[in-house]
C-alpha cells in the first residue's frame, strides 16, 4: 500500500508558476512509477505527466510539454511538479498517482492522492 498527500496548490496568474509536492509513505516507493493526473471542472481526468523508476524516463501529455517538469526524490519519497507558464486551461484539481501503467494505450494508475486545486487567473 502506498499514501500520497499532496501539496502546493494555489492561486497564481497567468505565465506564472507552482511547485506541486505529493509525499508518499508506504513501502517500495523507489519502485513505483509515479506521475501527476488532473481534472477540470466538468472534465474526465486527464494524465499530465509520469516519471519512471529508479528514476528515469518521464512522459508528458502534449498540453503541458515544455512547460511542466517532473522529478522525484527517492530519499525523500517525494514527487514534484514544477509547473511553469501556466494557463488558464490549467486550473483543474491535480492529483499525484502511484503504480502509474500504460494499459490499453492510457495510462492507469492503481494508487491516488487527495488532490490539491490549482487556480490560474487570466
Known amino acids: 500500500q502506498v499514501q500520497l498527500v499532496e501539496s502546493g496548490g494555489g492561486l497564481v496568474q497567468a505565465g506564472g508558476s507552482l511547485r506541486l509536492s505529493c509525499a508518499a509513505s508506504g513501502r517500495s516507493f523507489s519502485r513505483y512509477a509515479m506521475g501527476w493526473f488532473r481534472q477540470a471542472p466538468g472534465k474526465e481526468r486527464e494524465f499530465v505527466a509520469r516519471?519512471?523508476?529508479?528514476?528515469?524516463?518521464?512522459y508528458y501529455s502534449d498540453s503541458v510539454k515544455g512547460r511542466f517538469t517532473i522529478s522525484r526524490d527517492n530519499a525523500k519519497n517525494t514527487v514534484y511538479l514544477q509547473m511553469n507558464s501556466l494557463k488558464p486551461e490549467d486550473k483543474a484539481v491535480y492529483y499525484c498517482?502511484?503504480?502509474?501503467?500504460?494499459?490499453?494505450?492510457?495510462?492507469?494508475?492503481?494508487?491516488w492522492g487527495q488532490g490539491t486545486q490549482v487556480t490560474v487567473s487570466s
Open positions: 516519471i519512471g523508476f529508479p528514476g528515469g524516463l518521464t
Open positions: 498517482a502511484a503504480d502509474i501503467i500504460a494499459r490499453y494505450g492510457a495510462w492507469v494508475a492503481d494508487y
